[in-house]
């Protein structure tokens, strides 16, 4: 009881801090907000609320079925209204993130607070909150999604239209999907995700007619060819096929065998919060088109490779000791890059994707062969 309430008066002291300083400070504020991402999904959504092309705002570059998720903060009265409902979305999205893939892989009290750490000091974190991105919405699609597939499988694959909202991000994840279903039989799975992939068609098409055709212009007219992108795939292609933008798909095209591989060897016993979190991590080391604010989506995978590399141990070797501070050095160095507000365009990012991809696969080879998430639970979020 007494440590329930010191959290409640915790939560409180950090509420009106956070409180203060937006007054405090709300000039600023407000100067700042018109460089984040999510003043362009207030302008969307004002736009889809008057029945205007929301493509038309610069940066929205997500397909039809995601303007649903932007329409919300059209009723805000301006953009900083926009941007702090945004945000206040965003950080409700993490803390129930944190406490769901809690309840998956945390067995021992006594690593919350590495657990906690490990997950709010993760770089792609502050990258998000600081670009206003919308990494945190698929975030809780995918926890979401792990968390409820067995107990509550339409709900699960309702869940899955939030990740959705960028499809290209996650390519093995959806390959796996589609194999899981057809396999397994997971037509209530895949029933919630079309039911909810419809109403968001609709209401998009609703707010705005002729959404697919403004994307279809969008898409041919945005000029991502000549763009650099910092990502694997990205570097690769400037450094050996600078002029040939479908070299960029090479790592993409080479991850799908493996992907197919992957989940015919594994199918039978197949595990989303363990097979699953494998072709996310794989999926965003390859992919063509992402940014460090993206990243964000492994953080289910992160977690779940420090809990292997720390559950259980009573103590840690000295060469395990090591290696977690050089990767603890790696991504402090992360966090004073997006800190210091180098621009996430810059090619000083392209390497965040292997890091974590190492860290993931570093994680699985260090756990004991019993080191598997929990059984599915659906115990209230407290």
Same mark, same amino acid.
């Given at each position: ?5 010191? !959290? &409640? ?22 100067? $700042?907000?018109?460089?984040? /991402? ?14 205007? $092309? ?5 940066? +929205? ?16 009265? /301006? ?23 809690? !309840? ?37 699609? +995918? ?11 339409? &709900? ?22 589609? %194999?899981?279903?057809? #396999? ?11 039911? #909810? ?19 279809? /212009? ?9 763009? %650099? ?23 993409? &095209? &080479? ?9 015919? !060897? $594994? ?36 977690? %779940? ?7 259980? !141990? ?12 050089? %990767?603890?050095?790696? $991504? ?51």
């Amino acid at each position: 009881m007494r440590n329930r309430l010191l !959290k &409640l008066l915790l939560g409180a002291a950090l509420t009106a801090a956070v409180a203060y300083v937006l007054v405090a400070h709300i000039d600023k504020v407000r100067a $700042n907000v018109v460089q984040r /991402d999510s003043v362009q999904y207030w302008f969307a959504g004002e736009h889809l609320i008057h029945r205007v $092309n929301p493509y038309e705002v610069e940066r +929205i570059r997500t397909p039809p079925w995601s303007l649903f998720l932007f329409l919300p903060l059209g009723l805000a009265t /301006d953009a900083f209204w926009g941007w702090l409902l945004w945000i206040a979305a965003s950080v409700a999205s993490m803390i129930v993130a944190m406490r769901l893939c809690w !309840k998956m892989f945390g067995n021992d009290d006594k690593l919350r607070s590495v657990f906690l750490m490990v997950g709010y000091l993760f770089a792609p974190v502050l990258a998000c909150l600081e670009a206003g991105q919308i990494g945190f919405v698929l975030l809780i699609g +995918i926890v979401l999604f792990m968390f409820y597939e067995t107990e509550r499988p339409f &709900l699960a694959g309702a869940a899955l239209i939030l990740p959705f909202a960028k499809p290209h991000l996650l390519v093995f994840f959806w390959l796996a999907f589609f %194999f899981w279903v057809a #396999a397994r039989k997971k037509f209530a799975v895949v029933g919630g995700f079309i039911t #909810a992939l419809a109403v968001a068609t609709i209401v998009a098409l609703i707010c705005d007619p002729s959404a697919f055709q403004h994307y279809r /212009d969008l898409a041919s007219a945005s000029g991502v060819g000549g763009e %650099f992108i910092p990502t694997v795939s990205g570097v690769l292609r400037l450094i050996f096929f600078r002029q040939h933008f479908e070299a960029q798909f090479i790592p993409l &095209l &080479l991850g799908l065998i493996w992907c197919v591989w992957f989940c015919i !060897k $594994n199918m039978s016993e197949w595990s989303w919060r363990d097979h699953g979190l494998t072709t996310m991590v794989v999926s965003v080391l390859t992919t063509p088109y992402g940014w460090l604010t993206d990243e964000v989506v492994l953080l289910p995978a992160i977690l %779940f490779a420090a809990m292997c590399i720390l559950r259980g !141990k009573q103590q840690i070797p000295v060469t395990t000791r090591l290696v977690l501070v050089f %990767f603890a050095f790696l $991504n402090w160095t992360m966090l004073l890059l997006v800190a210091s507000q180098i621009p996430l365009q810059s090619g000083i990012y392209f390497w965040s994707s292997l890091l974590w991809c190492a860290w993931y696969f570093y994680g699985r080879h260090r756990s004991s062969a019993g080191c598997k998430a929990q059984p599915a639970q659906v115990p209230a979020v407290s």
